[in-house]
Structures are given as C-alpha cells and as structure tokens.
C-alpha cells in the first residue's frame, strides 16, 4: 500500500484541478462555456423563457443544427430547462436553470468590457496586421 504525504496530496489536487491542463475536469467546461454560440443562447434567455423559433431568431445566424446542439449542450450541463407543454401543435420553451443565472453576470461583464474595449482591439489588430506597434 502506497502512501503518500499531505503535500503530495495537495500537489496532485492542484493538478487535478488545474483548467490549463486538457484533463482536468474545468478544462471541458471552461472550453464550453467559451462557445461563440453558449454565450449568445444564454444571453438570449436572460430576460426568460423563450421557444425555438424565438431563440433562433434572437440568436442570428446560427443555423438551426447548431441552435439544436447548443441547447442540448445547455440542457445537459444544467444550464439550460427544456419544458414540452402538451398542445396542437406540441409548444417546447427553454430558459435558464439556477445555475445559468449565475453565469449572466459573467458574462455580462465580459461583454461590457469588450464593448468599452474594441476600438482598442481592433487599432492592435490593424497595427499588428501592418507589423506596426499599436499607439
């Protein structure tokens, strides 16, 4: 029986759980909520429940096959409620769970700061572009 000390056990916690690493567990979800596409759907739903064909007019230009895998992604990692309601035709509405509430913030911020800052990021990209320092 191998046994091994406090700090070896801290240690190896740390890269466990390390998001820079591609196995550790925050890596995947890090990498899914990063999606281009998550992040417009879970905006979208922000204000409350929304249907398919709202979502996918709300969140332009994603084709209904990444709309589909979207929300199934958001279902499936609790983000995301799907609720069928029995009619003629059948009315399906998604909105965010608890725990998609809690991403809004974050991802408002991100957004606030990228609305203050892209003028900034696209003088660096021009001067990048050109091989010139940004001003």
């Known amino acids: 029986m191998v ?3 406090a700090a070896q056990r801290r240690d190896q ?5 390390n998001a820079n690493l591609a196995e550790c567990p925050g890596h995947d979800l890090l990498a899914a909520l990063s999606d281009k596409w998550l992040t417009l759907v879970v905006s979208a739903l922000a204000d409350g429940a929304l249907r398919y064909a709202e979502l996918s007019r709300v969140v332009a230009g994603a084709s209904q096959k990444m709309l589909t895998q979207t929300l199934r992604k958001l279902e499936r990692d609790g983000l995301v409620a799907r609720t069928v309601t ?10 965010l769970t608890p725990l998609g509430h809690e991403l809004l913030p974050l991802q ?3 957004k606030g700061w990228a609305e ?5 990021v696209h003088r ?8 010139t320092q940004p001003t």
């Open 3 to 5: 046994t091994t000390s």
């Open 13 to 17: 916690a740390r890269r466990d759980y």
């Open 86 to 95: 029995a009619a003629v035709p059948v009315q399906v509405s998604y909105e």
């Open 108 to 110: 408002r911020a991100i």
């Open 116 to 120: 203050a800052h892209i003028d900034e």
């Open 124 to 131: 660096a990209r021009a001067a990048y572009d050109f091989g």
